[in-house]
């Protein structure tokens, strides 16, 4: 009797592991390897992102939603004109007591052997006033020309005039890249695709 009692009890608990295993097998395991896979995209494809300030409106409104896609600038891949990176602080602005773990998020206006500067209310590259530009008015500052060096982009914010941008601590390093903002998830109201092909105008020194 006590032999059967104790044969019972053994069978008892080893079921009883076998049920803990089959629930681990079954429910955790999936949800960790969906936890893992989810870090895994955040780290290397896709990260949400939120716009800090007002450097780049209208085109971009403070507290929008972005997704940030990372795959490019890992893979050292040319980032084209109008492209909208975000990047972490340069080292000229955290020498300047700017906080190393913030991002900012601005405009692509110059890549490798560009020769870049503001004058008369206008932006100019290679020579030529750049007619479709992002600028929301006519910047009030000049810039003595810049020629972007390798590895590195000239980047503006869309709001030219209140923006901590290139045209105050220089080119950007692609090392300093964190991604390009693809896509506006939030609000709904502006949900889509975030435009990197210029408008059809832009303001002029006069505007």
Do not use: C
Not at 13 to 32: C, G
Not at 43 to 69: C, F, H, K, T, Y
Not at 113 to 141: C, H, I
Not at 151 to 160: H, P, Q
């Amino acid at each position: 009797m006590v032999y059967q009692s104790s044969r019972q009890s053994l069978t008892s608990d080893s079921s009883q592991r076998a049920s803990w295993a089959e629930i681990l097998r079954r429910q955790v395991v999936p949800i960790l390897a969906w936890v893992g896979v989810a870090l895994l995209l955040r780290w290397a494809v896709l990260e949400p992102r939120w716009i800090p300030s007002g450097s780049m409106l209208p085109n971009l409104q403070i507290q929008d939603r972005v997704l940030v896609e990372k795959v490019r600038s890992r893979l050292g891949m040319p980032l084209p004109l109008g492209t909208v990176v975000v990047f972490h602080a340069p080292q000229v602005l955290q020498e300047a007591g700017y906080d190393p773990n913030a991002a900012l998020i601005k405009r692509v206006v110059g890549i490798p052997g560009d020769r870049v500067e503001v004058k008369g209310g206008q932006l100019w590259r290679n020579g030529l006033p750049v007619a479709q530009d992002w600028a929301t008015e006519a910047p009030n500052y000049q810039m003595a020309p810049v020629t972007v060096p390798p590895e590195s982009l000239l980047v503006m914010g869309d709001n030219r005039n209140s923006s901590l941008d290139s045209h105050l601590w220089g080119p950007l390093a692609n090392s300093d890249v964190i991604g390009t903002a693809v896509f506006r998830y939030w609000p709904l109201a502006r949900f889509g695709l975030i435009r990197t092909s210029p408008p059809a105008t832009a303001p002029g020194p006069s505007d």
